[in-house]
């Protein structure tokens, strides 16, 4: 994953070394200010930036986090189906889609006014889809990441971008302190005795592979990662496996980002084999803001407290997390949930209520 992620960032300098040419019909420019994004380029960006197109969907939800939600003029159709998003800001459903099937809609852009747009290393080092950006004048910021310390990169350059530092080095703080809790509990668990999971994002066959954040937030949970163990490479955007391969892993457990593939593996006969399946020991994870074991997550600590706690349930006794959530959701994201919606949240079920798009 480092390999590729060097040959990405090789790509943007490259594209980065080009200036557009020709007029712009995009935004009129202000106050502006210097920053360095994801890409580690550095780009001139509004000094408040008043109306951004998140054409990436861990941005707007990092954007909620920093309280600047009401500044988002386009998003993905997944963010528009958040439950907790819609909560925030309930204007989001009706918010433009400018950037679908990894294609982005400059008019939609230009119709929207977007001072700003958030972008992937994906389409940051697509040629045709920065010269759109280009062409109009809209400048971009990267803000992609890998790791959990790439995604704590990622807070901090959004701070920088919305004059937010103080509250992104506060949550980045927060989640290095869940992890640090995390790590304490689970300090003399062998790693011989972690037990073998097989993680399923979003499809019940895409999975995880080496170099994904998934993998990093399962160890952390003492918890072994079936399918990175035994060689998946990740895939880009996505990583398959087959039933085939699953079978000859046999895992202890399963893990899943939907409730309807958990309902799917435990009731399709051509799962019915498998150890897991037999003993019941399939799960939905927690969907919050976002997924918390999902590859965009930007919540990737809560991720490794709710795995943690699923397979060590005896060494968080003392743990209560549905208050561990409430107050996480009230003191970063402003909203005050009640039992029934921390309920919902931890049970991975009906947190996408739209008809927009998956994610």
Not at 91 to 118: C, F, H, W
Not at 148 to 159: C, H, K, P, S, T
Request: proline letters at 4%; glycine letters at 6%; one cysteine or more.
């Amino acid at each position: 994953m480092k390999k590729k992620i060097v040959s990405i960032l090789a790509v943007l300098v490259m594209l980065f070394s080009v200036t557009a040419c020709g007029s712009s019909s995009g935004p009129a420019k202000g106050a502006a200010k210097i920053i360095t994004d994801c890409a580690g380029r550095t780009v001139e960006i509004p000094e408040e930036p008043q109306r951004v197109a998140c054409l990436y969907a861990s941005t707007a939800h990092m954007m909620a986090m920093l309280d600047e939600g009401d500044k988002i003029v386009g998003a993905p159709g997944g963010v528009k189906s958040d439950v907790l998003m819609q909560m925030k800001y309930p204007q989001i459903k009706e918010t433009a889609t400018p950037y679908q099937e990894g294609s982005i809609n400059v008019e939609e852009l230009l119709r929207v006014e977007a001072d700003m747009a958030l972008v992937r290393y994906s389409t940051a080092s697509n040629k045709g889809e920065v010269e759109k950006l280009e062409k109009v004048g809209i400048p971009y910021v990267v803000v992609d990441y890998t790791t959990i310390e790439e995604l704590q990169n990622a807070i901090d350059v959004m701070g920088k971008v919305f004059n937010k530092e103080e509250q992104a080095q506060k949550y980045i703080q927060f989640q290095k302190d869940t992890i640090e809790m995390v790590n304490g509990k689970l300090k003399d668990v062998a790693e011989e005795n972690w037990p073998s999971v097989y993680h399923s994002v979003n499809e019940a066959i895409r999975t995880d592979g080496e170099g994904d954040i998934c993998g990093e937030i399962m160890n952390l949970a003492a918890v072994k990662n079936i399918s990175i163990e035994k060689g998946v490479q990740a895939g880009g955007d996505k990583t398959y496996t087959t039933l085939e391969e699953i079978y000859k892993w046999d895992p202890f457990a399963f893990i899943a980002n939907e409730s309807s593939v958990t309902d799917y593996i435990l009731s399709d006969s051509k799962w019915e084999g498998l150890t897991a399946v037999k003993n019941k020991k399939v799960y939905t994870l927690p969907v919050g803001a976002t997924r918390w074991c999902h590859p965009g997550s930007m919540e990737a600590h809560m991720g490794v407290l709710a795995v943690a706690k699923l397979f060590y349930p005896d060494k968080f006794a003392d743990m209560d997390l549905e208050a561990y959530t409430s107050d996480y959701y009230q003191e970063y994201f402003d909203l005050k949930l009640d039992h029934k919606a921390v309920k919902k949240i931890l049970s991975g079920e009906g947190m996408r209520m739209s008809n927009s798009p998956a994610q």
